[in-house]
């Protein structure tokens, strides 16, 4: 792989070439590629300023995968944290066009186009719109892999893409819920024939019923990931309901993500209904089901019995993430002791993420032998559960997950002043402290 010379040092994943071997070549007319055998590249925006000459260098006719980069370090961001439209609408996509389709590399296959997300929020993705870039990701008929999750397409591109006959994975953005539709059906039509992986911004995760029900689309699809925007209400139960009766989906779907944006550490407005034991009844009936992840502006309301039984209802579950990182006015009706009978429906589980309550007396139970362990869970996000000691849970969650090797929890503000205006965070923040202790005495390595 060749990467960016003027790249920020965190993106650059190989050596880059030396400016003066640049400007050495460059010097040359025409300018023709110089390393013609290259497949992978990864560049940073800023090398397609000033003409593009390095990009024009290096990008070939045989060129198969280009990795493009935006950071927050770029000189014309400066300190900002947020990275807004009108920023990115400044980088020079023109050029960006330009250079790739003048060098019409042919079997280009990957396009890989990273931009920083705001730290405002959590699961918000900052998306924008450019004409060149929407007209460049339609260049390419054998493009398998895109990613422009920051890319604001509309519905022709969103029909263009639909067709391309080998595309398997996708990340885009669509905020006006207008361009999502496909065109009238025409017969043995089959829309996103090849796609396997899609990941969609849309704005409202809920918009995303009426593309399922077209016929003849997503019919090889096995993992969708959704993410909704900031301060968009959201009922996802008949998106579940959509897919339960897509007969494809419920044969292949293996991994279903469903995120909104939610401002961290302001009180819940709850614009998404509880996520309860019917909201997920429709996922029982998918097959191949593993992974499932929620991650929505709402409450889990589930206790230990309906936990359970969700267990038996996705028996195959490898990956379980219920709920997000904020406080919660109510103590979780889900208990350390009550994830057992969960856990022993699902014997593949290595990742769950779920707040719990921690406060009950487990005093006796660590090391009596009681209970079963869970070797093949690996990871056990706790948000910032209730709890009562530290030392008991470590104890605890040691002989029930004899291989955990991560611990997770929310972050939480360790200021005065802060939690003197948000007294939420002050019960959160001690919460937090407490889980820490419990990393420590696990000897698990810090977040």
């Not at 191949?288 to 206790?303: A, K, M, Q, S, Y």
């Not at 429906?345 to 779920?354: A, E, V």
């Not at 209970?371 to 104890?395: D, H, M």
Request: hydrophobic share 40%; proline share 7%; with cysteine.
């Amino acid at each position: 792989m060749i990467s960016s010379p003027s790249a920020p040092a965190s993106i650059v994943r190989h050596n880059p070439l030396p400016p003066t071997i640049v400007r050495l070549f460059g010097n040359r007319q025409p300018i023709n590629p110089f390393l013609p055998l290259v497949r992978d590249i990864s560049l940073h925006v800023n090398d397609f300023r000033d003409g593009a000459l390095y990009p024009s260098l290096i990008i070939n006719p045989y060129l198969q995968r280009i990795h493009i980069s935006l950071a927050k370090t770029c000189s014309y961001i400066g300190s900002k944290t947020d990275i807004d439209s009108t920023l990115l609408s400044g980088c020079p996509w023109e050029d960006v066009e330009r250079v790739l389709t003048s060098t019409k590399p042919r079997y280009l296959r990957e396009i890989f186009m990273d931009v920083c997300l705001s730290l405002a929020t959590r699961n918000e993705v900052v998306a924008f719109e450019s004409v060149h870039l929407s007209r460049l990701i339609t260049t390419f008929h054998h493009i398998q892999k895109l990613n422009a999750l920051s890319l604001q397409i509309d519905r022709v591109i969103f029909v263009s893409l639909s067709m391309l006959p080998e595309l398997d994975y996708l990340a885009i953005s669509i905020l006006d819920e207008k361009h999502l539709h496909f065109p009238e059906l025409v017969e043995d039509l089959a829309f996103f024939p090849q796609l396997k992986d899609l990941d969609l911004h849309i704005g409202n995760v809920g918009t995303f019923v009426q593309v399922l029900c077209t016929e003849g689309a997503f019919q090889r699809l096995s993992s969708l990931k959704l993410r909704g925007s900031v301060e968009a209400t959201t009922d996802i139960f008949p998106l579940f309901c959509a897919i339960q009766k897509h007969a494809a989906l419920s044969q292949n779907l293996e991994s279903l993500t469903v995120l909104t944006a939610y401002q961290t550490y302001e009180p819940s407005q709850c614009l998404v209904p509880p996520i309860n034991y019917s909201m997920l009844e429709p996922l029982f009936s998918l097959r191949r089901f593993r992974v499932l992840i929620i991650e929505v502006d709402g409450i889990v309301d589930l206790d230990n019995a309906t936990l359970a039984r969700i267990g038996v209802g996705l028996p195959h579950l490898e990956v379980l993430a219920l709920g997000v990182e904020r406080p919660q006015p109510t103590k979780p009706r889900i208990t350390l002791t009550g994830l057992i009978p969960f856990l022993s429906s699902c014997p593949c589980l290595r990742s769950l993420s779920l707040r719990v309550d921690a406060t009950e007396n487990i005093s006796e139970l660590s090391g009596s032998g009681s209970f079963p362990s869970f070797p093949n869970l690996v990871e056990f996000g706790c948000s910032a559960s209730p709890i009562r000691s530290s030392q008991e849970v470590a104890n605890f969650l040691r002989s029930l997950f004899p291989a955990v090797t991560r611990l997770s929890y929310c972050r939480a503000y360790d200021d005065e002043a802060w939690t003197r205006d948000h007294p939420a965070e002050t019960v959160q923040l001690e919460e937090v402290r407490k889980w820490k202790v419990v990393q420590r005495l696990m000897n698990i390595m810090p977040n």
